[in-house]
C-alpha cells in the first residue's frame, strides 16, 4: 500500500510551528511528511526535524496604514504561484495548517488543486488567517470549544503537545540546572523570542525574588544577561520536559500553547499577556483560563507588582486545586484521527 504524503504549513512565530512539530511527531513512521514556510522561524524550528522543505515566501500585512502594504497584492500572487507550483508537483495527500500569514499559499494551492485541507486554531479568537481559510477546509480544529462554535466546519480537538514536556524528572531537572535545596524555581517564559517587557521586569526585581525563589530564565535570543548565584538565564531550552519539571511557579506570555501545557501539567502560572502590537488574542486567552481559575493574571502594566503577584500566587492553593480538579488532554491524538478521516474521505 502506497504511503500516505502530508504537507504541513504554518508559521510566522514559534506557536505556529511547535504544535506542528508535536503532530508530526506521532505521524513520522506512518506517512511522508513535508513542510512548506517562509525562511523565518519555521524553517529554523523544522530544520531538526530533518523532513523535506519547501520555501514560499508570504507577505504579511502590517495592521498598520504604512505604503508597504500597496505591494502585499502583487507578492501574494507570487507566493500563491510557487506554493501552486510545489503542491501540483509534490501531490501531498492531504495539506495540514498551523495557521499564521505563512500558511496561506499551502492552503490556498492545495484547495485550488481539490486536494483536503485541515487548519488548526490554538486562539480563543481566531486569527485572520484561519477567518480567510476557512471555508477552503474540510474541518477548522480548535483548542477552545468556544472557537469551534463559530464555524460550521469547526471541531474542538484540544491543544497538541510535544510528548517530551511530560517527560521530565523534578530532581534530575534541579540538578541540570544547579539548583539545590528546596528553595522552590520560578520559570519565566517570554515565548520563542523572549519578552522584553518580562525581562526587564525581573531584572528590576531580581533581588526581591531571589530572596523567595531560585529562577530559571529563557530570555529569548540575544537577550542573556550575566545573573547572580540562584538565577540562571538561557536563550532557548530546546529541553522543555525539563524546564516545566523543575517549576514550583510560572512566569509567562499568554500565548495558548504555552496555558494549554501549563495546564495540562498542573503548573500554577502568573500571565502577562502581551499588550502592544496585538490583535488582543493573548488577553483573551489569558481571561478564559483565569475565569476557570487555571491560573492569575497580570496586565504589563501592572508588571510594577510582580513580586507580590508572584508570592500571592504561590502561597494561594486556589490555582492549584482548579488544575488538580482539571481533566486536561494533550489534543495530539484528536488531530490524528481527524487527518486520518480527511485522507480516507472521498467526496461524492
Known amino acids: 500500500m502506497k504511503v500516505k504524503y502530508l504537507m504541513f504549513t504554518g508559521g510566522g512565530s514559534a506557536g505556529h510551528v511547535t504544535p506542528n512539530l508535536a503532530v508530526m511527531q506521532v505521524l513520522q513512521n ?3 511528511l513535508a513542510y512548506m514556510g517562509t525562511q523565518g522561524i519555521e524553517r529554523t524550528l523544522v530544520s531538526a526535524f530533518g523532513c523535506p522543505y519547501f520555501t514560499v515566501e508570504c507577505p504579511k500585512l502590517i495592521r498598520a496604514f504604512t505604503p508597504k ?4 497584492p502583487f507578492a501574494l500572487r507570487e507566493a500563491q504561484k510557487k506554493a501552486l507550483a510545489v503542491i501540483e508537483r509534490e501531490k501531498p495527500d492531504l495539506v495540514f495548517s498551523k495557521g499564521g500569514y505563512a500558511s496561506y499559499p499551502a492552503v490556498w494551492a492545495a484547495s485550488k488543486l481539490h486536494i483536503p485541507v485541515l487548519t488548526h486554531e490554538s486562539d480563543l479568537s481566531p486569527g485572520l488567517c484561519t477567518r480567510i481559510v476557512a471555508k477552503r477546509c474540510r474541518r477548522v480544529l480548535t483548542s477552545f470549544p468556544e472557537t469551534a462554535a463559530r464555524f460550521p466546519n469547526g471541531v474542538c480537538v484540544g491543544s497538541p503537545m510535544r510528548r517530551e514536556l511530560f517527560g521530565g524528572d523534578r530532581q534530575t531537572a534541579r ?3 544547579g539548583f539545590t535545596g528546596d528553595v522552590p524555581v ?10 522584553r517587557a518580562l525581562n526587564e521586569a525581573v531584572e528590576a526585581h531580581l533581588p526581591a525574588l531571589l530572596r523567595r525563589f531560585c529562577i530559571l530564565q529563557l530570555c529569548g535570543k540575544g537577550n542573556v544577561t550575566p545573573a547572580p548565584k540562584g538565577c540562571v538565564r538561557l536563550e532557548y531550552e530546546t529541553d522543555m520536559g525539563s524546564a516545566y519539571a523543575c517549576a514550583d511557579l510560572v512566569l509567562s506570555r499568554a500565548g495558548s500553547n504555552t496555558l494549554f501545557e501549563l495546564r495540562a501539567l498542573k503548573k500554577p502560572a502568573l500571565v502577562v499577556p502581551l499588550a502592544r502590537r496585538t490583535r488582543g488574542d493573548q488577553a483573551k486567552n489569558a481571561a478564559y483560563f483565569a475565569q476557570k481559575g487555571w491560573c492569575d493574571v497580570l496586565p504589563e ?23 488538580a480538579a482539571d481533566r486536561a488532554e494533550n489534543g495530539t491524538q484528536n488531530i490524528l484521527g481527524e487527518i486520518q478521516a480527511a485522507i480516507a474521505y472521498r467526496p461524492k
Request: glycine letters at 14%; aromatic letters at 6%.
Open 69 to 72: 502594504n500597496l505591494a502585499l
Open 30 to 32: 506512518r506517512y511522508r
Open 175 to 177: 540538578r541540570r540546572y
Open 186 to 195: 520560578l520559570l519565566v517564559l517570554g515565548g520563542g523570542s523572549g519578552s
Open 301 to 323: 502594566r501592572r508588571l510594577g507588582e510582580l513580586p507580590a503577584a508572584l508570592l500571592r500566587l504561590y502561597g494561594s492553593a486556589t490555582v492549584r486545586a482548579a488544575l
